[in-house]
Structures are given as C-alpha cells and as structure tokens.
C-alpha cells in the first residue's frame, strides 16, 4: 500500500474532521479515539468489498443504524468506504488498516 496515498487521505480526513482548525485542534486522546472508530470503518469496508459488496451496499451497510459504527464517524464512512473501492484489489489486506490508523495518528496539522 502507497504511505503517500494513505497520508494524503488521512490528512485530508484531519481536515474535514476540524483538526484543520487550530481552534478546533484535537487532543491527542480525541485523535486516537477518531483514528480508531475510521480505521474500523476501514477493516469493515475491506472485508465487505472482498466478500463481493459494492460500493453502495457496502455504505449502506455501514451507515445502518445496527452496523455497530459510532454514530459520531458517521460523516467519515462515505468518504473512506470511496477511497477503499480505489484500491487495487491486493491491497484489501488488514494492512490497509493498519496503515490508515498509523498515518492518521501520525498526522500533525
């Protein structure tokens, strides 16, 4: 998986999220809490695209009300379940999460 792609995508997601802002700057604790809740939205959108879901039955499934996704991330599963229907198929790995936890983590505005 491309570091750089993975970055460019979770700063962009920093953005959006208002850790853009410094008025609106997250606590590191914030950040690792958000960091966790859209790398789960990650996993679930990779193993729903490798067990044959589309794009929009896949966000469908993630923005039910019983899909176990903190509310709160729910603006974040549009967004990161487009960027995994961007992947080539060899990158729908548990490492793809992984690698979005890390750079967003490591993401300083």
């Known amino acids: 998986m491309s570091r750089l792609s993975v970055a460019l995508f979770s700063a962009s997601l920093a953005f959006l999220s208002g850790a853009g802002s410094p008025a609106l700057a997250e606590l590191d604790a914030e950040r690792a809490a958000r960091c966790t809740g859209q790398a789960n939205i990650v996993t679930r959108a990779v193993e729903l695209r490798a067990d044959g879901a589309d794009q929009g039955t896949a966000t469908a499934r993630l923005e039910a009300s019983d899909s176990g996704i903190d509310p ?38």
């Open 72 to 109: 709160k991330y729910a603006p974040s599963i549009s967004v990161l379940v487009g960027w995994i229907y961007t992947l080539p198929v060899d990158q729908l790995t548990p490492e793809t999460s992984i690698a979005f936890q890390t750079q967003c983590l490591g993401y300083k505005p």
